[in-house]
């Protein structure tokens, strides 16, 4: 059964950093592309950044230039680093297969305050 674990998230200021973890196992990692999603309270879960098998990236708009996304294969782990982080990034953090496979991990809260 595939497990997703997601973790690294926390209590951040505006402007601050995280780096979130995703250790993937049970499955083939990043066989095609997988991404980071998020979910805020009250909305709908969003892609936020996909990663191809080749390590190619893309990002949405709303994190282009302050989030990136890398993947260490030999430990099927996936990463997202999180600069200049603002109150809007609040949600719950989740990795998956791009599009998203029927499993969920738990996720990873982040919060950022002003």
């Known amino acids: 059964q595939v497990q997703l674990v997601e973790s690294g998230g926390g209590s951040v200021q505006s402007g601050g950093s995280l780096t979130l973890s995703c250790v993937v196992s049970?499955?083939?990692?990043?066989?095609?592309?997988m991404g980071w999603y998020r979910q805020a309270p009250g909305k709908q879960r969003e892609l936020l950044a996909t990663?191809?098998?080749?390590?190619?990236?893309n990002y949405a708009d709303s994190v282009k230039g302050r989030f990136t996304m890398s993947k260490d294969d030999n430990k099927n782990t996936l990463y997202l680093e999180m600069n200049d982080l603002k109150p809007e990034d609040t949600a719950d953090y989740f990795c998956?297969?791009?599009?998203?496979?029927?499993?969920w991990g738990q996720g990873t809260q982040v919060t950022v305050s002003d």
């Open positions: 998956n297969d791009a599009p998203p496979g029927e499993y």
């Open positions: 990663i191809t098998k080749g390590g190619s990236t």
């Open positions: 049970g499955t083939i990692f990043n066989e095609y592309r």
